[in-house]
């Protein structure tokens, strides 16, 4: 297995196809999508245009449906529900599906959308997701930060370092066998000095920032749980998971 890191979606080659993607956004995307399904939702399906997703969703009836819509952390005049996991609860999603569009998280999964196998992972669902990766043991994998309109965010990459060093553990391979670039050392690096403390990283992260102005406190703690939620969101076809 050789595994590739990339911190955003435009770092991410245009001219290649992985045998296995796993898009991560913390904050709060892929954390939602974990959420949503482990509570009971039919599926998942991303957007990155909100009027694609009106449009699409018209096709279910409400009591089927869910609309979530956040731009700059905030929810979308009109929509359900905006992009906090802690909506997510069984009595609300049960037999839905959840038709979301995030600034960020559905543009990474969109981006990997064309790899062989693609999941969406988060601290909340990261064993379950290595599990998976351990069974497939695909030759090249991505894992594929979302970060904040085109720039880094120490989030994601702190959840590519927990994938990657999980993965690593569970390897016989050396680092520098299973490394394919070298966001891959940087990524455990910055995972293994914040293990213990994710929830304080993110208040140093700019879009943890942002979320406690806009007073998403709980959310951040819900978000630096690690391995809670045991569920595998695998894409069924090209943006449903
Ligand atoms: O950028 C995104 O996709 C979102 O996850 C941002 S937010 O956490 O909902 O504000």
């Known amino acids: 297995m050789k595994l590739f890191i990339y911190h955003t979606p435009e770092l991410t080659p245009e001219d290649k196809v992985p045998d296995c993607a796993i898009a991560v956004d913390v904050l709060?995307?892929?954390?939602?999508?974990?959420?949503?399904?482990?509570?009971?939702?039919?599926?998942?399906?991303?957007?990155?245009?909100?009027?694609q997703l009106i449009q699409v969703s018209e096709a279910w009836s409400a009591?089927?449906?869910?609309?979530?819509?956040?731009?700059?952390?905030?929810?979308?005049?009109?929509?359900d529900m905006g992009n906090s996991p802690l909506d997510c609860t069984p009595e609300r999603v049960q037999g839905r599906r959840l038709f979301i569009s995030t600034t960020n998280g559905t543009?990474?999964?969109?981006?990997?959308?064309?790899?062989?196998?693609?999941t969406a992972a988060a601290f909340i669902n990261r064993a379950a997701v290595?599990?998976?990766?351990?069974?497939?043991q695909p030759e090249v994998l991505w894992i594929v930060?979302?970060?904040?309109?085109?720039?880094?965010?120490?989030?994601?990459?702190?959840?590519?370092?927990?994938?990657?060093?999980?993965?690593?553990?569970?390897?016989?391979l050396p680092l520098a066998e299973l490394a394919g670039n070298d966001e891959v050392m940087g990524?455990?690096?910055?995972?293994?000095?914040?293990?213990?403390?994710?929830?304080?990283?993110?208040?140093?992260?700019?879009?943890?920032?942002?979320?406690?102005?806009l007073d998403c406190y709980e959310d951040?703690?819900?978000?630096?749980?690690?391995?809670?939620?045991?569920?595998?969101?695998?894409?069924?076809?090209?943006?449903?998971?």
């Open 220 to 241: 951040l703690k819900y978000c630096a749980q690690t391995d809670i939620v045991d569920v595998l969101p695998l894409q069924k076809e090209p943006g449903v998971l």
């Open 28 to 51: 709060r995307a892929t954390t939602t999508i974990a959420t949503v399904l482990a509570a009971g939702a039919e599926a998942v399906q991303v957007f990155s245009d909100l009027d």
């Open 145 to 172: 930060g979302s970060g904040w309109e085109g720039s880094f965010s120490l989030e994601d990459t702190a959840c590519a370092g927990a994938i990657a060093h999980s993965i690593w553990q569970q390897t016989e």
């Open 130 to 136: 290595v599990k998976y990766i351990m069974t497939q």
């Open 187 to 213: 990524a455990i690096a910055l995972y293994t000095q914040w293990q213990n403390n994710l929830l304080e990283l993110f208040h140093h992260a700019s879009h943890g920032k942002r979320l406690l102005r």
């Open 63 to 79: 009591e089927k449906r869910l609309r979530a819509g956040e731009r700059g952390g905030a929810k979308v005049a009109g929509f």
């Open 107 to 118: 543009r990474a999964l969109q981006r990997v959308q064309h790899a062989a196998a693609v």
